[in-house]
């Protein structure tokens, strides 16, 4: 095309196209917004979403699967075994409770929501839920503490545990000595 | 209105009324600039399917004041390389050349801040101080980003004022004066006489002139959003390149001044091209709904409108590039309009 033509087709299509943008900005000035407006109205999210860890104390049998599974090593477990005279009862997933959980720490700032850690809990006691909304100022606050035992309650489990184990060596020390004693007395006879 | 007041006032006071009549603007911008950031970021929301502000008030109305109430408390931060006297003047600068074109805009045909024969040229020549301003401001900022965007704005101005200036000819040849109540006052018989429809001419020499009118005032309307410096003719802002061009080392009340100075002249070049083409005070419908407290309601309206489409163009348009935008100023606008000009002169003299 020539050079005059080509001057009045590109003025033509300036027009042409602005209009054409013209018509779709308006249109949209008129159509509802996809927007939510976030803190007042949030997205569900997924089903199987991973967002912030719960652990129901509760049902932990203090296993310590959860924390052998964690690549990042952000959940720190303390167990203490109960005495025999001790009944911790057993879990919602009818597991028998053994140990004592004085620690459960997860560390929610290291965490990188693998999920690795809820597939190995015999009993489901740890699960990925959809609150995602956690942040903090301080990054100590971002470990959270799961364990409901109290310190006294951790004393006491403690010094049960420790009488117990005195106990258990105490009767140990009489048998072995009783068998001492009995070995000592056959090798006299026998001599 | 002038005689209104005066009644009020004894000789003495005269003084006090000047004041207050070369106030009124001021107060008018304020309240107009207030609107207009609120409508600018809902409409561009919108466009966007978004809603913008939600919180200040009902549906954010009182963002805008908000946002001032900020600016206010904002550090004037200057950088330490920087030109301090032209640094702090600049944006007073263009804020006066700005608001020295309101003295010549007619808001009512009661009122209008200086009832001069030579309106339409004064407004020209006067917000050409802008320019000044723009490159104090990205002179004196010792920075080059602000440089750059000086010198574009400068560039752009300047190349730009001749299409206004030889659109504006256009209307001015038809209402034959330059002082725009006359002009005004010419296209007051209705929709029909405005000069975008060939003004009060006999029916031949008006269906003839149209589509010169009507070019010119589509010219009149693009130069003008490229001599406010709004996208798609944002060059001299372009923060994607320039992070903010003049305005750059700006803060605070500084900063709001320039945005206040940009949207007064969005209403000053929206005000004139509704003056000159469509009537400005004057009522679409004749006698029924003008007298002075109408021509408010109208002159606003019709700027208003003039204000929204610009809003609507830049949601729209991406930014144009140096050359294309020299390009439509030089080799698009200006043949047009001479065309125009030569044709409406042959049509009005026949």
Redesign the interface.
Known sequence: MDAIGTYFLNIWKAFSTIAIGMRVTIGHLFTPSVTLQYPDVKLKMPERARNRLYVNIDDCIGCDQCSLACPVDCIIIDTIKSTTDQDLGVTSTGHKKRLHVPKFDIDIAKCCYCGLCVYPCPTECIVMTDVFEFSEFDRHNLIYHYSSMTSPEIDEAKTKLKKAEEEAAAKKAVAAAAAEKQKSDQSKQGS | MEELLRSFLTDDFTWLLYILLAALPLVFILLFALVAVWTEMK?S???????AY?YTGPHGIFQPVADILKLLQKEDARPAAADKILFTLAPFLVFIGTYAGFAALPFSSAYIGSNINLGVFYIIAVSSIVVVGLLMAGWASNNKWSLFGAMRSAAQIVSYEIPTALALLVAVMITGSLNLQEVIRFQEGGILDWVVFGGPLPLTQKLLVIPFTFTAFLIMFIAGIAEVNRTPFDLPEAESELVQGYNTEYSGMKFAIFYLAEYANMYLVSGIAACLFLGGWASPFGELMSGPVWGVFWIVAKSMGFVFLQI??R???PRLRVDQLMYTSWK?MLPFLFVCIFFVGLILVL
Request: proline share 0%; no cysteine; hydrophobic share 65%.
């Open positions: 409409v929301a919108h466009m966007q399917d978004r809603l939600m609507w163009i949601w729209t348009l698009v």
